[in-house]
Protein backbone atom coordinates (compact mmCIF):
# COMPACT_ATOMS: atom_id res chain seq x y z
CA UNK A 1 0.00 0.00 0.00
CA UNK A 2 2.51 2.45 0.88
CA UNK A 3 4.74 1.99 -2.08
CA UNK A 4 1.43 2.21 -4.07
CA UNK A 5 0.37 5.71 -2.64
CA UNK A 6 4.42 6.91 -2.84
CA UNK A 7 4.19 5.99 -6.59
CA UNK A 8 0.69 7.21 -7.77
CA UNK A 9 1.45 10.43 -5.87
CA UNK A 10 4.84 11.17 -7.54
CA UNK A 11 3.36 10.56 -11.11
CA UNK A 12 0.58 13.15 -10.11
CA UNK A 13 3.51 15.82 -9.92
CA UNK A 14 4.99 17.13 -14.12
CA UNK A 15 8.29 16.97 -14.99
CA UNK A 16 11.68 14.86 -15.35
CA UNK A 17 12.19 11.73 -12.83
CA UNK A 18 15.64 11.58 -11.74
CA UNK A 19 17.12 7.97 -10.26
CA UNK A 20 19.46 7.81 -7.89
CA UNK A 21 20.90 4.34 -6.93
CA UNK A 22 22.47 2.47 -4.49
CA UNK A 23 26.12 1.87 -4.58
CA UNK A 24 27.43 -0.87 -2.44
CA UNK A 25 30.29 -2.86 -2.17
CA UNK A 26 31.72 -5.87 -0.12
CA UNK A 27 30.75 -9.62 0.47
CA UNK A 28 26.51 -10.23 -0.68
CA UNK A 29 25.68 -11.38 2.75
CA UNK A 30 26.15 -8.30 4.69
CA UNK A 31 25.49 -6.03 1.79
CA UNK A 32 22.42 -7.46 1.46
CA UNK A 33 22.07 -6.89 5.93
CA UNK A 34 22.71 -3.45 5.35
CA UNK A 35 20.12 -3.47 2.12
CA UNK A 36 17.20 -4.84 5.12
CA UNK A 37 18.08 -2.04 7.31
CA UNK A 38 18.54 0.65 5.44
CA UNK A 39 15.27 3.21 4.81
CA UNK A 40 16.86 4.16 1.95
CA UNK A 41 15.58 2.25 -1.17
CA UNK A 42 17.64 1.30 -3.59
CA UNK A 43 16.70 3.07 -6.52
CA UNK A 44 14.90 6.48 -5.28
CA UNK A 45 12.93 7.88 -7.66
CA UNK A 46 12.37 11.87 -7.24
CA UNK A 47 11.12 14.65 -8.83
CA UNK A 48 10.65 18.68 -8.19
CA UNK A 49 8.35 19.13 -5.35
CA UNK A 50 8.52 15.49 -4.56
CA UNK A 51 7.04 15.21 -0.16
CA UNK A 52 10.42 13.22 1.00
CA UNK A 53 11.72 12.21 4.15
CA UNK A 54 15.30 12.03 5.70
CA UNK A 55 16.40 8.45 6.93
CA UNK A 56 19.56 9.22 8.68
CA UNK A 57 20.71 11.30 11.23
CA UNK A 58 23.20 14.42 10.46
CA UNK A 59 22.14 17.02 12.57
CA UNK A 60 25.66 19.34 10.93
CA UNK A 61 23.78 19.51 7.76
CA UNK A 62 20.52 19.99 9.56
CA UNK A 63 18.02 17.14 9.24
CA UNK A 64 17.43 14.00 11.07
CA UNK A 65 15.98 10.68 10.91
CA UNK A 66 12.08 11.76 9.54
CA UNK A 67 12.87 15.15 8.53
CA UNK A 68 10.28 16.11 6.57
CA UNK A 69 10.79 18.63 3.32
CA UNK A 70 9.87 18.98 -0.60
CA UNK A 71 12.36 18.61 -2.98
CA UNK A 72 12.97 22.01 -4.55
CA UNK A 73 14.96 21.48 -7.75
CA UNK A 74 18.36 19.51 -8.56
CA UNK A 75 22.16 21.78 -8.42
CA UNK A 76 24.11 21.33 -11.36
CA UNK A 77 25.91 18.37 -10.28
CA UNK A 78 22.43 16.57 -9.66
CA UNK A 79 21.98 16.51 -6.06
CA UNK A 80 17.85 17.51 -5.20
CA UNK A 81 18.07 20.61 -3.06
CA UNK A 82 15.31 19.50 0.08
CA UNK A 83 13.77 22.43 1.59
CA UNK A 84 12.23 21.29 5.11
CA UNK A 85 9.61 22.32 7.05
CA UNK A 86 11.30 24.82 9.16
CA UNK A 87 12.32 26.53 5.56
CA UNK A 88 15.77 25.58 5.25
CA UNK A 89 17.09 24.42 1.95
CA UNK A 90 19.78 21.06 2.10
CA UNK A 91 21.33 20.00 -0.46
CA UNK A 92 21.56 16.31 -0.48
CA UNK A 93 24.94 14.37 -0.89
CA UNK A 94 25.00 10.83 -0.67
CA UNK A 95 25.30 8.98 2.58
CA UNK A 96 27.28 5.84 3.43
CA UNK A 97 25.90 2.70 5.60
CA UNK A 98 28.36 0.96 6.80
CA UNK A 99 29.69 -2.32 9.01
CA UNK A 100 33.04 -2.51 9.85
CA UNK A 101 35.54 -4.50 12.08
CA UNK A 102 38.38 -3.87 13.88
CA UNK A 103 38.51 -0.53 12.22
CA UNK A 104 38.12 -2.08 8.71
CA UNK A 105 34.86 -1.72 6.45
CA UNK A 106 33.84 -5.23 5.91
CA UNK A 107 30.49 -3.54 3.74
CA UNK A 108 29.20 -0.57 2.46
CA UNK A 109 26.20 1.08 0.76
CA UNK A 110 25.69 4.59 -0.56
CA UNK A 111 22.40 6.75 -1.37
CA UNK A 112 20.84 9.75 -0.62
CA UNK A 113 19.68 9.85 2.88
CA UNK A 114 15.95 9.91 1.13
CA UNK A 115 12.85 8.35 0.36
CA UNK A 116 9.13 9.42 -0.65
CA UNK A 117 6.90 10.44 2.34
CA UNK A 118 3.34 10.41 1.42
CA UNK A 119 3.19 7.18 3.29
CA UNK A 120 5.54 4.77 5.14
CA UNK A 121 4.64 1.86 7.70
CA UNK A 122 4.27 1.97 11.14
CA UNK A 123 7.48 -0.37 11.32
CA UNK A 124 9.87 1.31 9.19
CA UNK A 125 9.03 4.58 11.28
CA UNK A 126 9.93 2.86 14.66
CA UNK A 127 13.22 5.41 15.79
CA UNK A 128 12.03 8.69 13.74
CA UNK A 129 10.35 12.02 14.80
CA UNK A 130 8.21 12.97 11.55
CA UNK A 131 7.09 16.51 12.52
CA UNK A 132 3.16 15.79 11.09
CA UNK A 133 1.39 12.45 10.85
CA UNK A 134 -1.45 11.65 9.30
CA UNK A 135 -2.03 7.95 11.07
CA UNK A 136 -4.24 5.16 9.51
CA UNK A 137 -4.58 2.43 12.37
CA UNK A 138 -7.66 0.40 10.66
CA UNK A 139 -5.12 -2.25 9.13
CA UNK A 140 -2.89 -2.34 12.12
CA UNK A 141 -2.35 -6.23 13.25
CA UNK A 142 -0.25 -6.30 16.55
CA UNK A 143 -1.07 -4.76 20.23
CA UNK A 144 1.44 -1.53 20.35
CA UNK A 145 1.20 -0.74 16.70
CA UNK A 146 -0.53 2.39 17.49
CA UNK A 147 1.78 3.65 20.12
CA UNK A 148 4.66 2.91 18.01
CA UNK A 149 2.79 5.12 15.09
CA UNK A 150 1.41 7.91 17.54
CA UNK A 151 5.00 8.45 19.37
CA UNK A 152 6.44 9.64 16.18
CA UNK A 153 4.91 12.78 16.61
CA UNK A 154 6.43 15.31 18.61
CA UNK A 155 2.73 16.36 20.12
CA UNK A 156 -0.76 15.42 19.82
CA UNK A 157 -1.27 18.87 17.66
CA UNK A 158 0.78 17.81 15.36
CA UNK A 159 -1.51 14.14 14.38
CA UNK A 160 -3.94 13.36 12.21
CA UNK A 161 -5.69 10.15 13.05
CA UNK A 162 -7.85 8.56 10.14
CA UNK A 163 -8.45 4.93 11.03
CA UNK A 164 -8.38 2.93 14.37
CA UNK A 165 -9.74 -0.90 14.78
CA UNK A 166 -9.75 -2.89 18.49
CA UNK A 167 -5.83 -3.39 18.28
Request: charged fraction near 25%; glycine fraction near 8%.
Amino acid sequence: DVDAVNARELQKLPGKERVFYMNSRGPTALVEALHRNCLAPAALVLKKNAFVMFVRNNPEQGFINGTLGVVKGFEDDGFPLVETKNGQRIKVFPERWRIEEDGKVKAEICQLPLRLAWAITVHKSQGMTIESCEIDLAKSFEPGMGYVALSRAPSFESIRLIGLNDL
